[in-house]
């Protein structure tokens, strides 16, 4: 069964860099494209970033320019670097398979807060 486990949220001031981790199992990792969405409070998740499995990127434009996703098929894991962080990037972020999510694989996601 696919799991995924994100990490590296956490606090940081407008302007600011994170970056966001997230490791698969259960999955032959490196045939499906990855995708992190986010969810704000009271709004719909939504995809951020996505990468196929020949490494092309797409962006929502809200990030455009200022988040990067990677991935290691070595090992199994995505990454999001996001710079210049803004309040309205404040949500939980979330990874997991694009362009066709996993419903049932959702995992905890981690917690972005940008603020001063």
């Known amino acids: 069964q696919v799991q995924f486990v994100e990490s590296g949220g956490g606090l940081v001031q407008p302007g600011g860099s994170l970056r966001l981790s997230c490791a698969a199992s259960?999955?032959?990792?490196?045939?499906?494209?990855m995708g992190w969405y986010r969810q704000a409070p009271g709004k719909q998740r939504e995809l951020v970033a996505g990468?196929?499995?020949?490494?092309?990127?797409i962006y929502t434009d809200s990030v455009k320019g200022r988040f990067t996703i990677s991935r290691d098929n070595a090992k199994n894991t995505v990454y999001l670097q996001m710079n210049s962080l803004k309040p309205e990037d404040t949500a939980v972020y979330y990874c997991?398979?694009?362009?066709?999510?996993?419903?049932?694989?959702w995992g905890q996601g981690t917690q972005v807060t940008v603020s001063s």
């Open positions: 259960g999955t032959i990792f490196s045939i499906y494209g």
């Open positions: 997991n398979r694009y362009p066709s999510f996993s419903p049932g694989a």
């Open positions: 990468i196929t499995s020949t490494r092309t990127t």
